[in-house]
């Protein structure tokens, strides 16, 4: 596939600029209720940004089989309320301070209220659904918020001690790949695709997804804290091990792994300090080992949309693997 | 209406035993997951008992109307399942520490996995609801849970504060009465009830509904640990004002007004005594009072039943008000 395939960052903005205004003003709408507590946080949350990478796949999974529909903001909107509400709940559990540079809902409105609100982002994504008298939406929609929160049960599990790697690729399917995937399967579905062709998309997404949360773990290693919007080496400050980890883990020596266990079992950096772990980490190669899964899962989302007509979206999907793998944050 | 039109608990209990049998084992093939940590929370909460009343409604409204499928089996799991699931989240949110005699299960598995676990179940909830291919039953469910929660949300912002008596009747509409008019108007679906035998059944259940919360929160004012299965008071522990509190607080003197106030405030009985505030609402007949509320929401909800022909069903539902007033717990 030539370059001149892909498109670029400016391209890809423009292309979806209108529709992405018409999901924020939809999410703006939906995120609203009588009870004044959950319109503040999900204001609060809606106004801190984030990329909108959830909606965009739907919108050109939608476009790039020829469909224009409103569906697809109502349903863009609807996926980035899912998104948000797993968040909500998520900075709970972690027990997160920062979330986008910002202090996390649950330090502004504490840890009842914001169990509530996510609960009602949920409750609202289902609604706004519910509209559509759609009932594979529905089994969607469901289906991917009970693989998240089972996947969420599974990492706490998992803290405070090291996964294998078919371990780590489940946790980051559930945690991320999943709503990736369900977000062009609902493109498909809005546009009337046949079962070849959603099956292609969802395969898009599922890898996106991967190299999406391979490369938020390594960023989550390697970036800094004004980048990230939060601490460096958070995961590791939790007890999570992610892959560059457990490379180094089926590759260090005796001393170097029980450093590495250690500071997971302490989710601190009390024993060690966070430099240790990187000495670890560049001595065996863990983090380029990391990129470069990254970058076969990106490969692997942009072989599977050979299925797909060409067009500017489709030229705007192939794009989105090379941000996901090069971006800072 | 002669008391011979009224039905025994014992005659309720035979109608029910074996439609509750087949609930209970829905509920069981329901509750389960991959993840281990689901299955014992929720299996602990179900075995923890409760009297099942939601679901007991919901096929009291469909048997009324002559229905007798096996959906009304999966609908009542479904409503025991949300029941469930507000239980485990509003555990959390009181920082309760027992539930029906036993640990709460925030005690036992810590908030974080109760956040998680009571997510699964409104899921799996909506799940099980969505297999009826019915979007009339998933708008029933999906607007009930927000009310439920948004309603959670109101308390909160109360807590420490007297609430006025409409407010108060808000607040246990959300909390209680709109999940039992919901299990009725479920059942009326069931059946393929006229809207307007729908309008009379979800009548019966809001008022059945107020009554019941109304009883329970003078319970909670009046009875015993060993009976409760948690505190006696643990409303005023909490900071929440009941309806008895509310009648006093209008008829009190200003120095009982203000040590209402103050235990409410302090959410803890530091400077005023238990027994301080019982002589108090003792002396203003607000428990008689409370208590005739309570009765006048149990005869307008068998009034509502006018609507149904006569049957041993329907005998059963005028026995429920009967059974809520005079509960022991």
Known sequence: MGT?????????????????????????????????????????????????????????????LGYSGSAMHRLGAVVEMVHTATLVHDDIIDGAEL??????????????????????????????????????????????????????????????????????NELIYRKTACLFE??????????????????????????????????????????????????????????KATLALVHALAHATAEEGEAILQVLADGAFTQFRYQDVLTILDRHGSIDFAMDVARKHAERARRSLDCLPESEYKRALLWVPDFVVNREK
């Not at 205004?21 to 503040?40: H, K």
């Not at 330090?107 to 759609?134: H, K, P």
Request: glycine residues 8%; contains cysteine; charged residues 25%.
């Open 4 to 64: 001149a395939a892909v498109a670029t960052a400016k391209e890809v903005f423009d292309l979806l600029h209108h529709d992405l205004l018409a999901i924020e003003r939809e999410f703006g709408r939906d995120a609203v209720s009588t009870v004044a507590a959950i319109t503040e946080i999900t204001g609060y949350l809606r106004e801190s940004g984030g990329k909108r990478l959830r909606p965009s796949l739907l919108l050109l999974a939608c476009r790039s």
């Open 182 to 239: 369900v977000s062009m399967r609902l493109g498909a579905v809005l546009a009337g695709a046949d079962r070849l062709t959603e099956e292609c998309l969802a395969e898009y997404g599922h890898a996106l997804g991967l190299a999406f949360q391979v490369v938020d773990d390594v960023l989550d290693l390697t970036s800094e804290e004004a980048i990230l919007g939060k601490p460096v080496a958070s995961d590791l400050r939790e007890g």
């Open 99 to 168: 979330r986008r540079g910002r202090p996390s809902p649950n330090t502004t409105w504490g840890n009842s209220r914001c169990v509530l609100a996510g609960d009602w982002l949920y409750m609202q994504a289902f609604r706004v659904a519910l509209n559509e008298r759609n009932f594979r939406v529905l089994e969607l929609l469901i289906g991917l918020t009970q693989v998240m929160v089972e996947g969420e049960l599974l990492q706490a599990e998992k803290l405070g001690r090291p996964v294998s790697e078919s371990e780590y």
